[in-house]
């Protein structure tokens, strides 16, 4: 069983219980049936004795009739005489009916097994059952009470195998019907079934495709529908999707790594060879070893900030909710960042009080961190930063504006992708991955950064975060 494919298991399953319903139905119409027949023969049996109860007349003396005119057969019985009614019927339906005398003398009438009931005693209005030669009779007996007629009796006795020939019939007709019943449902359900799992396999074959040929752009086509499987393959596609994105992703990110990293460590390795080359002076020595240490630097917070990226994105759990008051972190962060002074840029500040998020205080402090360090490394000479928290329909708006160099329009949606600097703010200071962490971690909190910039007119960068 176990090498079947699944929609011949699936099709056997079905046709064994389908068999078992059959033969129970079989079974069960047998026997539902025969009760039936033989309640109907029953039912016959004392129907026809009832009907044949009125047709016989005693007559003291006939002398005075017209016999012509009676279309009925005349018996001497007794005193007198019977009339029994050319209605009487000896045999209706295998039910044979007879007059007896109390002395079960057949007077009248057939009884095919008369030799074998002479010595059933009469039992007026019940049916009885008597078995003769191996074959199941009934028998049904009425007392005639009419004046004259108190010695006589309507016997009525019929074969319980009347059913047979109807039964056989039966057994014949579900014999035939049953199996065609169940061939025609084996092979539609072995046809639904098979269109059934016809997305699975189509599914399997993508799979099997995309991990063949690392093809990520494979897309599952089951075309229009809204089932499980169609769901199910929407999801698979989703998958896919994602996936798709974030090897496009990490292949972007390795390689701008790669390129962003080989500037100083070219640098690194040229100051090397230069120091090595010959003997210099300790000057020549103390100013390659800055730049050595300068590069070098620069290498440490770049690997760094990707670490960050990387646990952010593979482990998002150690970073821990918290409720914060986003007060007093911004705030005591601008008290800190006002000291930087650099280029005589002066930090001010204006919070709310009473703000409140939930949300990761190492993170959120390294992403108002990164706005204002950007601020004061491309703002100008002698220039100002603001820094304004405040809420607005149940949002919490935080705002870095500062008027330095800014930003061209169509550098504005670049800025966040990671290792990007524009040209006009190249100072070899940052790693290229400030603003695209900052981005990063608004959308870890559920929330977004916006900017607002022109050239030489300075930038707004504004945090949105949902209350």
């Not at 003291?60 to 009487?88: Q, W």
């Not at 998958?239 to 070219?266: C, G, V, W, Y």
Request: overall charge negative; proline content about 2%; glycine content about 6%.
């Amino acid at each position: 069983m176990k090498r079947f494919p699944l929609r011949v298991k699936i099709t056997l399953w079905f046709t064994s219980a389908l068999l078992i319903v059959v033969l129970f139905t079989f079974i069960s119409v047998l026997s539902v049936s025969n009760r039936i027949l033989q309640k109907t023969i029953r039912d016959n049996l004392i129907e026809t004795v009832e009907n044949n109860f009125d047709e016989i007349i005693f007559y003291p003396d006939i002398s005075k009739l017209d016999l012509n005119e009676k279309s009925g057969h005349f018996l001497k019985f007794e005193t007198g005489y019977l009339e029994v009614d050319d209605d009487f019927l000896d045999e209706v339906n295998q039910v044979y009916t007879s007059i007896y005398s109390s002395e079960h003398v057949l007077l009248y009438g057939e009884n095919p097994v008369s030799l074998s009931t002479d010595d059933v005693k009469f039992t007026d209005s019940r049916i009885r059952t008597v078995k003769i030669d191996g074959t199941n009779y009934y028998i049904f007996d009425r007392k005639l009470t009419s004046k004259g007629l108190e010695n006589l009796w309507i016997r009525g006795i019929v074969s319980e195998e009347q059913g047979a020939v109807q039964m056989t019939s039966i057994a014949r007709l579900s014999l035939i019907l049953l199996p065609v019943v169940v061939i025609i449902s084996c092979l539609g359900g072995y046809n639904i079934v098979k269109r059934t799992l016809k997305p699975i396999q189509e599914i399997s074959e993508t799979a099997r495709h995309i991990g063949e040929e690392n093809d990520l752009k494979k897309r599952i086509e089951l075309g229009e529908g809204n089932d499980e499987l169609h769901r199910l393959a929407d999801t698979f596609n989703d998958m896919f999707e994602k996936l798709d994105l974030n090897f496009e992703t990490q292949h972007r990110f390795i390689s701008d790594a790669s390129h962003e990293l080989r500037t100083p460590m070219s640098v690194i390795s040229a100051q090397c060879e230069f120091s090595l080359e010959t003997d210099r002076s300790p000057e020549e020595y103390e100013k390659a070893f800055r730049v050595i240490d300068r590069q070098s630097k620069k290498v440490s917070k770049m690997i760094n900030d990707m670490l960050d990226f990387t646990r952010l994105e593979s482990n998002p759990d150690r970073y821990a909710f918290e409720e914060l008051d986003m007060t007093e972190l911004v705030s005591s962060l601008c008290e800190d960042l006002a000291l930087i002074g650099e280029k005589g840029i002066k930090l001010e500040y204006d919070v709310r009080q009473g703000v409140r998020f939930n949300g990761n205080r190492e993170l959120l402090s390294r992403l108002i961190a990164n706005l204002v360090v950007n601020a004061y490394r491309y703002g100008k000479e002698d220039g100002h930063i603001w820094v304004e928290l405040k809420t607005h329909n149940g949002k919490i708006i935080l705002s870095v504006k500062d008027d330095g160099i800014g930003i061209k329009k169509e550098e504005q949606e670049k800025i966040f992708e990671r290792f990007y600097q524009s040209d006009a703010s190249r100072t070899g200071a940052g790693s290229g991955l400030g603003l695209s962490m900052a981005s990063e971690i608004a959308r870890f909190h559920g929330g977004e950064i916006t900017v607002e910039s022109e050239p030489e007119k300075g930038s707004t960068f504004t945090l949105i975060l949902n209350l």
